[in-house]
């Protein structure tokens, strides 16, 4: 039986024709409009939002396969009431966007950026005892602000620095505290205690605006704010601000709030390393979540339960 589906035009040179095998698909540029017909299924991008009229111009809709680990772009409570699977990639992209996390504690500790800018100049007289001093690791603080499969990655990888680590977790997480050493602490607490703070958490309606001008000021002077989660935890302007003021030493961000639009005073803040949401930015990663949102697909339409759901049954 062939199903019409709709798939983001831009997984089609990560995908395999065998994946594909009784799909007619339609291919979905992230900037064309969510159609209104009949297709059984959407493969959207995380910049799709398919909410409730999106779900109810698709009424024959069975499985949102979202081609990414987050789902905050799905309205999950319109899906669920549809009777429509909402499935998503965890997993196969978590050791990619914990290495780029950590390209950006090492840009930002390091002043990367800086370095590169003067060599490019031209101004470099040379090697200078005070030049670029940046913050050592060995012996500091990282709070991980999320402990799932993310932020445990950039937690092992902390181990051979020699940081030490703090984390929050709705749920203790002894495996990874007897690997790594970690403590669960309090969200205070870990604003507080860290030199770099590392956002895992997912963006939901508890977690949007978690880092703001007020828990902002609880952070140490001179500490480090590193996002590779999702734009909407961190309030930019009062980010910048606190960049302005020399509060905050730095900020490596891989995610926005608005993308692509970043808010111009983040943008002019100094100390930044500001990255376009390459998290996941790896040939492997990317064919394997392409891969993987197909075979949710395959799997529901072909009446079996979905490999990667957000919620159990519909
Ligand atoms: P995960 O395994 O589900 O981990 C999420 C962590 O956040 C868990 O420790 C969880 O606690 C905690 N948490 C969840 N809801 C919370 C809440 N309301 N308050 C406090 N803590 C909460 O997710 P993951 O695979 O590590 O991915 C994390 C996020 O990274 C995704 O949601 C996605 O947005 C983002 N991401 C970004 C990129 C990129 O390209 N930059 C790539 C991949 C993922 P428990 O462990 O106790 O449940």
């Keep these: 039986m062939i199903h019409r589906v709709l798939i983001a035009a831009e997984l089609k040179n990560l995908l395999e024709p065998a994946q594909l095998a009784d799909l007619d698909i339609t291919w979905l540029a992230a900037d064309q409009p969510t159609p209104r017909g009949d297709w059984v299924a959407i493969v959207p991008l995380l910049s799709r939002w398919v909410g409730g009229t999106q779900l109810k111009n698709l009424p024959n809709l069975r499985i949102v396969a979202n081609c990414a680990v987050g789902y905050n772009n799905v309205d999950l409570v319109a899906a669920e009431m549809r009777k429509v699977f909402v499935t998503n990639t965890p997993g196969v992209l978590t050791e990619a966007t914990a290495d780029l996390t950590w390209a950006l504690i090492l840009a930002t500790t390091r002043r990367l950026l800086e370095g590169v800018e003067l060599v490019r100049s031209g101004q470099w007289t040379g090697w200078h005892p005070e030049q670029l001093l940046g913050l050592e690791l060995c012996g500091r603080i990282l709070g991980l602000l999320g402990a799932g499969r993310i932020g445990q990655a950039v937690g092992r990888r902390a181990v051979p620095f020699g940081l030490r680590l703090v984390y929050t977790a709705r749920t203790p997480k002894p495996e990874f505290e007897r690997e790594t050493g970690a403590t669960r602490v309090d969200t205070s607490q870990l604003l507080a205690e860290s030199d770099i703070v590392s956002l895992h958490v997912p963006s939901s309606p508890e977690t949007k605006g978690i ?104």
Excluded: C, F, W
């Design 211 to 314: 880092i703001n001008s007020e828990t902002l000021a609880r952070m140490r002077r001179g500490a480090i704010l590193i996002n590779t989660s999702r734009g909407d935890l961190v309030r930019e302007e009062a980010l910048a601000v606190a960049l302005e003021r020399g509060q905050l030493g730095a900020a490596g961000l891989d995610v926005y709030a608005d993308e692509p639009a970043i808010h111009p005073r983040l943008l002019a803040a100094p100390r930044t390393v500001l990255l376009p949401h390459i998290g996941s930015a790896t040939e492997e990663t990317r064919r394997k979540m392409a891969a993987i949102a197909i075979a949710n697909v395959q799997a529901v339409l072909s009446g079996k339960p979905p490999l990667t759901p957000v919620y159990k049954s519909v």
